[in-house]
Every structure is written in structure tokens, then in C-alpha cells.
């Protein structure tokens, strides 16, 4: 499996972001998709997680409530919509897929830097 990841950039708090991830060769080696970020100096954290199935969502309580994870089954692609960011959404995020639900970690995509200023 190879993902792509794309999206992100710098916004002010308040602002919004989205990202996306295109999975390749994904089969039915990977039933979920999702995503991580990683602060600097901090370790990576989980973020958000789907299903392909049914689109079954979780969420980490941090961004419940602001952040929308949505798949496209056709197109392979997961998408992350980001509102009310804060500063500590600032990081790098990255996408990932299969492994055990919901915290998908056995394929990572390249990370893709997101900026809230205050």
C-alpha cells in the first residue's frame, strides 16, 4: 500500500485546513485509513481513523467535535477537514492505513506540515 498525502499549510487559529490521502495497491490489505500528527518534540499521536466499509469514524477527544474524517471508496482517498484549529494542531501530519482498528499504523504515507499561528 502506498499513500499520498497532499493539503495542509499555514493559518491563523480560527482558520481551517484539509488534507487528503490517495491509497495505491490497497486491496484488502487495509481496512481502515487515518491519520496521525507529530508536534515537534513531542511523539506521534493518533488523530483520526475510517473505515472503507461502512465509513466508521473515531476520533481523538483533542480534535472531536472540529475535525471530519470522510473517505471517497472510488477515488481510494481519505480526507481530514480541520475547523477551529488551534496552535496545538500545529505538526506534521501523516496518513496511514491497516493494522488494527482504530489506530491504523502498519503503511504511513509521507508528512505533510500543518501551521496555526496565534
Known amino acids: 500500500v502506498q499513500l499520498q498525502a497532499s493539503g495542509g499549510g499555514s493559518v491563523q487559529a480560527g482558520g481551517s485546513l484539509s488534507l487528503s490521502c490517495a491509497a495505491s495497491?490497497?486491496?484488502?490489505?487495509?481496512?481502515?485509513m487515518g491519520w496521525f500528527r507529530q508536534a515537534p518534540g513531542k511523539e506521534r499521536e493518533f488523530v483520526a481513523s475510517?473505515?472503507?466499509?461502512?465509513?466508521?469514524?473515531f476520533y481523538a477527544d483533542a480534535v472531536k467535535g472540529r475535525f471530519i474524517i470522510r473517505r471517497n471508496n472510488r477515488l481510494d482517498t481519505a480526507y481530514l477537514q480541520m475547523i477551529f484549529l488551534k496552535p496545538e494542531d500545529t505538526g506534521v501530519y501523516y496518513c496511514?492505513?491497516?493494522?488494527?482498528?482504530?489506530?491504523?499504523?502498519?503503511?504511513w504515507g509521507q508528512g505533510t506540515q500543518v501551521t496555526v499561528s496565534s
Open positions: 496511514s492505513a491497516g493494522g488494527g482498528w482504530p489506530y491504523p499504523s502498519n503503511y
Open positions: 495497491g490497497r486491496g484488502s490489505s487495509s481496512s481502515h
Open positions: 475510517i473505515t472503507w466499509s461502512d465509513g466508521s469514524t
